[in-house]
């Protein structure tokens, strides 16, 4: 009778238990391969994933690179025209200098042709003094109209003198 007893008749046998615990576990084996499976799957996506993440990350920063390099070469190429446009300017400059330098007169030089100049002007000054000093004793005596215009026209040419030689000095 295979394990039944005739009091209690169920219809399960030892041998119908045995095939229902393996069913059981066949079943809960064929869950557990496919929630496994469904993992494995889930894994492999999110590793994919995860590599295109890293793939984009890195062609993101290679670009990132890229650009920096290009402004950091366009930077360079500006701050080295700015420097050659300032070399030219201080160069421009230097020149200016050097030709003013050339073409200066040193103080000394110049306080002594000032000297010189005054002295010739005090010396022409009084020397026309001293012409018109004797031309006015001339028509003070009165020598005639004649004489007396003369006077004058020598006073006149000697104060135009003087004048020219004003001139003269103040346009050096």
């Keep these: 009778m295979s394990g039944e007893t005739e009091r209690n008749i169920s219809g399960w046998t030892v041998d119908t238990l045995r095939l229902h615990l393996i069913s059981v576990v066949d079943e809960r084996d064929a869950k557990l391969e496919a929630a496994d499976t469904a993992a494995g799957l889930r894994n ?21 690179v890229a650009a920096a390099l290009a402004a950091a070469e366009k930077a360079v190429l500006v701050a080295e025209a700015n420097a ?12 200016a200098m050097n ?34 000093e004797a031309l006015s004793k001339i028509v003070e005596k009165g020598t005639g109209r004649r004489e007396g215009l003369m006077i004058v026209f020598v006073a006149i040419a000697a104060i135009a003198a003087l004048v020219s030689i004003v001139i003269a000095i103040r346009a050096h």
């Design 84 to 95: 050659e446009r300032w070399r030219g300017a201080a160069n421009e400059w230097r020149g």
């Design 44 to 64: 492999e996506q999110r590793f994919i994933a995860q590599q295109q993440a890293i793939k984009d990350a890195l062609i993101s920063q290679k670009e990132a």
């Design 99 to 132: 030709d003013r330098e050339r073409t200066l007169m040193p103080r000394s030089e110049a306080e002594q042709r000032l000297q010189a100049i005054a002295e010739s002007c005090t010396q022409g000054a009084k020397a026309n003094a001293d012409k018109i």
